[in-house]
């Protein structure tokens, strides 16, 4: 099956380096990435907080990233993984946040 997907141009000039290097074709290394990933567990949605019955999370190499903990009280199920629309989610939530402390809704009369 033949798919079309839009990688950002920098990921994929390194994508398309790295697999030269390695003497493998570019679409050998998106096939393996996929067969990885169906092959994982699945990641939980950001509506639900406990795993499945019986499995354990495994842990990965963003598990002490503050910057996750933060972005996360921002992102939203559904969006799509842009880092435009990620910045802009951030941005409005923060400045949400930043409004109703300058403003808390007691202090008006």
């Known amino acids: 099956m033949k798919a079309t997907l839009d990688i950002p141009d920098e990921l994929y000039r390194r994508v398309k380096a790295r697999s030269a290097i390695e003497g493998r074709p570019v679409r050998a290394v998106a096939v393996e990435l996929f067969e990885h990933w169906v092959e994982s567990p699945p990641v939980l949605s950001q509506t639900s907080s406990l795993p499945p019955v019986g499995t354990e999370r495994q842990p990965t190499r963003f598990d002490n990233a503050a910057w996750l903990d933060i972005a996360q009280r921002y992102i939203k199920p559904g969006m799509r993984h842009d880092l435009g629309e990620i910045r ?19 202090a008006n009369p």
């Not at 989610?89 to 007691?106: F, Y």
Request: charged content about 20%.
């Open 88 to 106: 802009e989610a951030i941005a409005t939530g923060w400045a949400t946040e930043v409004a109703a402390k300058l403003n808390p809704p007691d």
